[in-house]
């Protein structure tokens, strides 16, 4: 038998670290080679640039996000020492997700070339082919393993693999083009009946240990135990055939089919039959990749997950019977009563991988036992938001993956498309997307009574994040004032009349110090490197409170509830924007200044000369500088040699006070003697950290 057209992702559980790197290296090139062949399908650079859908960034961002993704992981695993082109790996970081902090502002970006980022591109694939081929490998390869970052890059670039042929497939049709190694499925026929087979009752345990063999992503691991009812399921996909019938019966026009937040979708989109659906005069089509064909009545339906919904309701309605969306527990009681087996070296037996059609095929191609599609065609859209599993951990390298979706607005989608590769294969994977939002992605329904609805959690229960709301908007300890307040009301203070419209809170955390300084200032910009902590500032500005869980000792915990109008600041909230990024390599964009507060922060950066030696160009003159450190030199955070004192130079003591008036000099004048300023973080409710900043106003000439 042939070998499979797209290696799947290894396994890890290998004793031989040199093949294992011949397989990394292999899987590396194959990944970054089709991700290019995906773009070939637009026609000229004009189609990179034009936005495919209004919510999400032109394509040349998706062209140089996956890699720039690797260098910025790398970065974080150690194996990547310099930067390539810090300013594209700054505009190209983030901003992928219809996040409340994303930064969608056209005008915000310069964007480069389409050949400066493929040159980019040369670059990375040569600086990751020199890594894989000569760095130490050690096994096991584990996600604590630096190598871990490597196969991270290569699962994200699959990932967006799909996502970015999705918005191609979104394009207007002058922009994309056919390409022979990307052939649709050519045949099809009459819709199929769609019968309900009966599902038996069992038990379902989900999650993995961190010993699995393959790569995973965070949400993967951990443990869920469930019982599951018997319930019946359609045997196929929903066909575009057995979806024609709800259009016609009205039902995008008929309110009932619909919750609040379908009708909100629906009536701002103005839908009235799925999106790649397209009217003609002689009938129905269907958009394809790049190109359109003759509606192919038997393939699945694709729609969003309200869509879905709403078809159910109709459903129900016609049949009689409880039909809904299954849940993420049901859909793994589908794959064990089908008996599909994980995708290996051959061929796919479904419509899997790429290893047949570049499209969907028809929904009675691939049985599997007495279902079809189970895995294969279409991804299929459940009733649950995604949620942690019992012991969930963030893992640090990407702490942004998971966690912004546990928001009760994000589905479950599972089984995989045509074009879901690597990760995104395996039955452990955990995808999840906004209700609204498109992908290769239709449903199968069931019959069953209602599910119990697995719960999103609504307190934050991640221990670091929950030490930092409690210190940000929680209890005073051992009369010490709380920091972030005390903090933004040093710098008011020391601003005194000099012109307040916009201040900058750089490693705002989860943003006290943010809002404290919108009591006095026209508009608020909190920066953070970490997705968890801003976060919470989001939650606070959108919703006015927040809750989390306090370590009591052992496994006892207590639950808080903070609300913004009790700490006086309900008012303010609206001139308070939270964005993640990177303080040693900030847009160009956050610039202009009054005042940029850095509490905590230049020992915690991995290069805060960096920092400091640019820091000027962000602010206005006259504008001031508050700098609050207590020095907690660690090279966990700061390589030694980026250290700005607490040590010896030249056989004399070399304090970071004494740097920073070296470094600031040039641009700024000291205003007043450093300041001590307390602070307590609480562990436990007997363990508590203690600490003293050191703060320094500066003033820019």
Avoid at 41 to 59: C, F, K, Q, V, W
Avoid at 172 to 180: D, M, S, T
Avoid at 374 to 390: A, K, L, M, R, S
């Amino acid at each position: 038998m042939p070998p499979p057209f797209f290696p799947r992702t290894p396994c890890l559980d290998q004793q031989d670290a040199e093949a294992l790197r011949r397989e990394i290296l292999a899987y590396f090139h194959t990944t970054f080679d089709r991700y290019e062949a995906l773009f070939g399908h637009l026609t000229g650079d004009a189609a990179y640039y034009e936005r495919p859908i209004s919510l999400r960034h032109p394509l040349i961002f998706y062209f140089g996000h996956t890699a720039t993704f690797f260098i910025n992981k790398l970065t974080l695993a150690g194996l990547v020492q310099a930067r390539i082109d810090p300013r594209l790996e700054s505009m190209f970081a983030i901003g992928v997700d219809e996040m409340s902090w994303d930064d969608l502002d056209e005008a915000h970006y310069d964007w480069p070339t389409v050949a400066q980022v493929q040159a980019y591109r040369d670059e990375v694939r040569t600086t990751l082919d020199g890594i894989i081929r000569h760095a130490p490998l050690t096994l096991p390869l584990d996600w604590n393993n630096p190598w871990w970052a490597i196969l991270m890059g290569i699962e994200h670039e699959r990932i967006h693999l799909e996502t970015s042929s999705v918005l191609m497939r979104q394009h207007a049709l002058h922009h994309v083009q056919p390409l022979p190694d990307w052939a649709p499925c050519r045949h099809g026929g009459p819709t199929p009946a769609n019968p309900l087979v009966q599902i038996p009752a069992g038990r379902v345990c989900l999650g993995k240990p961190l010993s699995d063999p393959y790569y995973g992503w965070d949400n993967e691991y951990g443990r869920h135990e469930a019982a599951v009812p018997a319930f019946q399921a359609s045997r196929q996909l929903v066909s575009n055939g057995e979806f024609l019938a709800f259009v016609e019966a009205g039902g995008y026009s008929t309110d009932r089919y619909w919750d609040e937040e379908g009708l909100a979708w629906r009536n701002f989109a103005q839908a009235t039959h799925p999106t790649f659906w397209v009217q003609h005069p002689a009938g129905w089509r269907l958009r394809l990749l790049a190109e359109e064909i003759p509606m192919a009545w038997d393939w699945p339906v694709e729609t969003n997950c309200l869509e879905a919904r709403a078809f159910c309701r109709w459903q129900a309605e016609q049949s009689g019977q409880a039909v809904r969306l299954p849940t993420e527990d049901e859909w793994y009681r589908l794959l064990a009563f089908a008996g599909v087996e994980e995708v290996g070296a051959a061929p796919a037996a479904a419509n899997l991988h790429l290893d047949h059609y570049a499209s969907s095929c028809p929904v009675t191609e691939f049985p599997q036992g007495p279902l079809y599609d189970v895995c294969g065609n279409v991804w299929q859209w459940t009733e649950t938001p995604i949620y942690p599993f019992d012991g969930f951990q963030v893992h640090p390298w990407y702490d942004d993956f998971t966690t912004p979706t546990y928001d009760d607005r994000h589905n479950l989608i599972k089984g995989g498309s045509w074009i879901a590769c690597g990760n995104e294969a395996r039955h452990s994977s955990r995808y999840a997307f906004r209700r609204h939002f498109f992908q290769h992605a239709g449903f199968r329904y069931v019959v069953g009574e209602a599910p119990i609805r697995q719960a999103v959690p609504h307190y934050e229960t991640d221990k670091q994040v929950s030490e930092y709301a409690e210190f940000h908007y929680g209890d005073t300890y051992f009369g010490v004032p709380n920091f972030p307040q005390a903090m933004a009301r040093l710098a008011i203070e020391a601003l005194g009349e000099r012109p307040a419209q916009k201040a900058l809170d750089l490693g705002c955390a989860t943003g006290r110090a943010s809002f404290e300084l919108a009591r006095h200032f026209d508009a608020v910009t909190g920066i953070d490197f970490s997705a968890r902590f801003i976060q919470l500032g989001v939650q606070l500005a959108e919703q006015g409170s927040l809750r989390y869980t306090l370590t009591e000792e052992g496994e006892l915990v207590s639950f808080k509830e903070r609300r913004l109008d009790e700490l006086g600041l309900a008012e303010v909230c609206h001139k308070v924007q939270f964005l993640q990024g990177d303080a040693c390599n900030l847009k160009p964009l956050f610039a202009g200044y009054d005042l940029i507060l850095a509490a905590n922060l230049i020992d915690r950066l991995y290069s805060p000369r960096k920092l400091l030696t640019q820091i000027h160009e962000r602010l206005n003159p006259g504008g001031l500088l508050v700098l609050a450190s207590p020095y907690t030199w660690l090279t966990e955070h700061t390589p030694r040699e980026e250290w700005l004192g607490g040590f010896k130079q030249d056989g004399e003591n070399l304090t970071t006070l004494d740097a920073l008036k070296t470094l600031l000099a040039p641009h700024f004048r000291l205003l007043q003697a450093p300041l001590d300023v307390p602070f307590v973080i609480r562990e436990t409710r007997r363990k508590f950290q203690h600490s003293i900043s050191e703060v320094t106003v500066w003033e820019r000439r």
